[in-house]
């Protein structure tokens, strides 16, 4: 709070430093470029009360030729990633085009048939949507039917769901971690324990899934235990319930990844200036004290941009994993967007379908990033953009 | 810091020694011996025969800097062999032309030609498996018509009519399946088709039943299970016994799913029954012994017959417990299973145990005649192996197809060195010594040594000399040879010269019978194109994940109907239809060939 109202109050002060700036230089033709440039600076930094038009003239001037050519090496570096950008981020986007066509290998790019939004068409199955809305009248069991009876569909909400529930499980198993392992007084247990909780991260998914399928199989050792205490007579085939597939999912994805992740937070938190824990301290704030008030509030900027960013990443719940663990049996939860491309797309040298999903996944993406980072910034949050 | 730094780089340091000691033991050993003297030998006497066959005989030597690299790629899983191999060596040195294969792993064969369609990236030969039709359409293969008038070998491996079954709708041959073609007379012992199998010990305990239905099969395990619970092994281990086991790990789950078309008496067809007598075609999944077969299982399974495991298990998973000796039975393709299974039972003694396993062809009551095992060459016009259009030197590897036809090369991929993998007795028949045997079983070995070029065009049958078999599997009196004892017995037992006999499958040639045979060379072309290419997708993803859980089921009756709707909801008519279509197509080419 104490922070906020600073702020505000140096804006004021600025506000009104500034307009009276302002109108010297207006009255001023010829002012310096370092003038010009500090107000170009300050105006953005301090949302100064200069009207759009006069901020635009300031920041016209400073492009002089003179600018350019000290500049020239920034120039130079800009432009590469520009150009890499373009290159390899908006000309692939040409591509797109294959999901309105019919696209055949034979013909190409340049002379497959056009097709409109058949393909879209076709993975949604509109139509048993619709029926479902005609004969239930419900808008809710015509969804449940049209999750049930299409495959697209409920590649979707797995993906969604297991995305959410991946991220909601590996986000705060990191933050405890991270802030766990800062309370371990012991320099070299928590080095060590740093350390090896992050080393799964380097193993490839069919490792850890294999070590998955493994323990969790008749013999493995998850059912020795609960053989051993009698929790269950016979052997728990996990892999054959549908509902314990989401769960073993969000598991693996804890355990590969929490370490990790939590390397940004343990940076975060040492950044943390320790007079304030002193200060917390003098308070009469325990332990639990100072995580509450001192630790939690001052990494919450690292956490908010980092969720925003895992929510783009939301439809990336994972393709390895799925494949790799998933079966016939648990099929209807298991499979994703990106296996759906896989058997319907590329199984079926059906790119243009493959390229629809890609497409939707894409815009879904965007969508969901758009949307959660304009949330936080409602909240007052740092944001993104 | 410095510290680390030292340890780090003597750790890489040791890491690259120990490779480099690893390769050097794993090549220079066996090389030079071979170099030395073998290939001499071996060159003189195949030299002769083929001399006196009047066949085409390789005697140009190549000097190493005119030896071509090819690559190749194969949409099967296999082992790569390991570079320098010896056999690879000499028939590079022959033939001038060295060809790297790679293999699919992970994926199914049309994921792996689809990925490799979109990156562009193509072997110089390749046999994409069903996904031959996309490599065509994307125009990536090189036409065979010009090179089969120049090289006769390759002319040679099919007859017109054949060769006709290969063309596709511009009028041209792309790709010439490898397998299943036989020279000469036949000399198979194997059966390398699908077959209930089961472990030679169950039989020899039961005292040799005769086992013709799927209840005697099931009647027998429960007993054998009644009474052997667990086995030790060869090292003193105790094995838990699983009677049955399924495998349905993805595009594998034909295991669980195709039986009914041969319990009804019916080929492999793969995708759907034919019946002969009306010519029209009949959906398997639907008969009514699809629903006698799944309930079978149904109460085999709640009985604990089958294991408990078998929706999970992966296909790496089902190997091993079949490697360990522990299933006494299951359905599978002789492919899908032996060919890993044989060489570790026999290292590892089980097979002296009587692990190993027999096939049965069996039916559901009241069909008399089968045919699990299929008599004469079925041409499988849907696949095979092509040169590719970024091979720049499209004349070598055609040269090289036909120049790996030539006998004395085909005798160095199947048989090996004269000398060190084979020996010629004074009638000019080929036969190994145990040691041979011993070695060639050894999968090192084999990495180092054998190049079979297993997925280039080949022979079976016999041998251009006129004696022996073209492959060492198909030689009678190295098929004798290699047996263990308790499956000797067994088939002295059921008076069977070979597995084919154990099955007793109808003995016609399934040309003769079945003209249009088989349809799973038109299904697995299938795509999203057609409606029937739509449904046969769904329909696949429908059965599996209803197929485990029909079988797994408490209440069969009621979720055999549930299967039923969900199936139905596919819309099978498409596919049926369609197949129906390509059956009529078939069969008026093959009265128009008459």
Not at chain 1, 81 to 107: D, E, R, S
Not at chain 1, 255 to 281: C, F, H, Q, R, V
Not at chain 2, 326 to 341: C, R
Not at chain 2, 561 to 570: F, H, L, R
Request: glycine fraction near 8%; aromatic fraction near 14%; include cysteine.
């Amino acid at each position: 709070m104490a922070y906020e109202d600073q702020f505000v109050n140096s804006g004021a002060a600025g506000e009104t430093e500034y307009n009276s700036q302002a109108e010297v230089n207006e009255a001023e033709a010829t002012a310096d470029a370092y003038v010009v440039e500090n107000y170009a600076k300050e105006a953005y930094e301090h949302k100064s009360s200069l009207n759009d038009e006069q901020i635009k003239q300031l920041s016209k001037k400073r492009i002089s030729k003179g600018e350019l050519k000290r500049q020239s090496v920034l120039l130079i570096i800009g432009a590469i990633f520009v150009l890499y950008g373009i290159l390899f981020y908006y000309l692939p986007l040409a591509g797109w085009i294959m999901a309105f066509q019919n696209f055949k290998l034979k013909t190409g790019l340049l002379h497959s048939k056009f097709v409109g939004f058949d393909k879209f068409k076709f993975m949604f199955e509109f139509d048993t949507f619709e029926y479902a809305l005609e004969t239930s009248g419900n808008i809710f069991s015509a969804f449940k039917t049209w999750i049930n009876n299409v495959v697209f569909v409920r590649t979707i909400r797995n993906t969604i769901g297991m995305g959410a529930l991946n991220l909601v499980t590996t986000f705060i198993m990191a933050i405890v971690f991270a802030i766990l392992l800062n309370e371990v007084k012991n320099k070299l247990g928590k080095r060590l324990v740093q350390t090896i909780s992050y080393l799964p991260h380097f193993l490839s998914w069919i490792i850890v899934c294999g070590i998955i399928h493994d323990s969790l199989s008749s013999t493995g050792i998850i059912n020795d235990v609960l053989r051993f205490f009698h929790i269950v007579d016979d052997s728990y085939n996990f892999f054959a319930h549908p509902a314990w597939f989401w769960p073993i999912v969000a598991f693996s994805n804890v355990w590969k990844e929490t370490g990790w992740n939590a390397i940004i937070y343990l940076a975060a938190i040492t950044a943390i200036d320790p007079s304030l824990y002193e200060a917390a301290e003098i308070d009469g704030a325990g332990r639990w004290g100072k995580i509450r008030y001192i630790t939690l509030p001052s990494i919450s900027p690292t956490i908010v941009i980092l969720l925003v960013m895992n929510i783009g990443f939301l439809l990336n719940a994972g393709f390895e994993v799925q494949y790799l663990l998933g079966n016939g049996l648990v099929q209807d939860v298991s499979q994703t967007i990106d296996i759906y491309v896989l058997n319907w797309g590329v199984g079926q040298t059906d790119y243009s379908l493959g390229t629809a999903a890609g497409i939707f996944k894409s815009v879904v993406a965007i969508l969901l990033i758009v949307i959660s980072n304009s949330v936080v910034k409602k909240l007052g949050q740092e944001s993104l953009f | 810091m410095k510290m680390k730094k030292f340890i780090a780089l003597g750790m890489a340091g040791m890491l690259s020694a120990a490779t480099l000691v690893g390769c050097d033991n794993g090549n220079t050993g066996v090389v030079t011996p071979v170099d030395g003297e073998e290939v001499g030998g071996g060159e003189d006497v195949s030299g002769g025969e083929a001399d006196g066959s009047g066949n085409l005989v390789t005697t140009t030597e190549y000097a190493d800097d005119e030896i071509v690299d090819f690559t190749m790629f194969a949409a099967m899983p296999g082992s790569e062999i390991n570079d320098g191999n010896d056999i690879q060596e000499i028939i590079a040195k022959k033939t001038g032309v060295r060809v790297k294969e790679t293999w699919l792993t992970g994926q199914t064969a049309a994921e792996a030609v689809g990925s490799i369609l979109a990156s562009g990236d193509l072997p110089d030969f390749i046999d994409g498996g069903d996904g031959m039709k996309e490599l065509y359409e994307a125009d990536t293969l090189v036409a065979w018509d010009p090179y089969l008038e120049k090289y006769p070998n390759l002319k040679e491996m099919f007859s017109d009519y054949e060769w006709d079954m290969f063309r596709q709708d511009d009028g041209k041959i792309y790709w010439a399946n490898v397998f299943n073609n036989t020279y000469g007379e036949s000399k198979a012992t194997g059966h390398n088709d699908e077959a209930f199998w089961i472990q030679v010990r169950v039989l020899e305990w039961a005292g040799y039943p005769e086992i013709k239905t799927m209840d005697e099969y099931f009647d027998l395990l429960e007993k054998y299970y009644a009474e052997n619970k667990s086995f030790q092994d060869a090292e003193g281990n105790t094995i838990n016994i699983i009677p049955y086991t399924i495998l349905c790990d993805d595009w594998r789950y034909f295991c669980l799913e195709n039986a009914p078309q041969f319990l009804d008496g019916y080929p492999n067809d793969g995708s759907v029954i034919v019946d002969p007598k009306t010519m029209k075609i009949v959906d398997y999944n639907t008969t009514p012994t699809a629903k006698v077969y799944f309930s079978k299982l149904n109460e085999e399974y709640n009985k604990g017959i089958v294991d408990k495991e078998f929706a999970t298990q992966t296909y790496d998973e089902y190997i091993a417990k079949l490697s360990t000796g522990a299933v006494l039975g299951m359905v599978d393709q002789n492919w899908d299973f032996n060919y890993t299974i044989t060489p570790i039972f026999a290292t590892s003694g089980l097979a002296d145990l009587g692990c190993e396993y027999v096939p049965l062809g069996l039916t559901v009551e009241g069909v008399t005649e089968q045919r699990w095992h299929t008599y004469g060459d079925t041409v499988n016009q849907s696949s095979g192996c092509a040169v590719t259009t970024s091979c720049e030197d499209p004349d070598r590897a055609f040269q090289f197809l036909n120049d790996i036809l030539n006998q004395d090369i085909h005798d160095l991929r199947f048989w090996g060195v004269e000398g060190v993998d084979y020996l010629v007795d004074e009638d000019g028949m080929f036969y190994r010594t145990q040691e041979m045997r011993d070695k060639l079983n050894d999968t090192g070995y084999k990495a180092s040594h054998v190049c079979n070029y297993s997925y280039m065009p080949q022979w079976l049958g016999t041998s251009k000399d006129g004696k022996n078999a073209m492959q060492p599997a198909e030689q009678a009196s190295e098929f004798y040879a290699g047996l263990s004892e308790p499956l000797s017995n067994c088939f002295k037992a059921y008076n069977a010269g070979g597995y084919p006999d154990m099955i007793g499958s109808v003995e016609d040639d399934i040309n003769a019978t079945h003209p249009w045979f088989p349809m799973w060379s038109w299904s697995n072309e299938l795509n999203n194109d057609t409606a029937g290419g739509v449904a046969w997708g769904k329909m696949g993803e429908t059965k599996h994940k209803w197929l485990p859980k029909v079988v797994m089921a408490s209440d069969f009756e009621k979720e055999w109907s549930s299967y039923m709707d969900a199936y139905n909801a596919c819309k099978p008519e498409d596919f049926l239809n369609e197949a129906q279509e390509v059956l009529d197509g078939r069969m008026e080419a093959y009265e128009a060939s008459k």
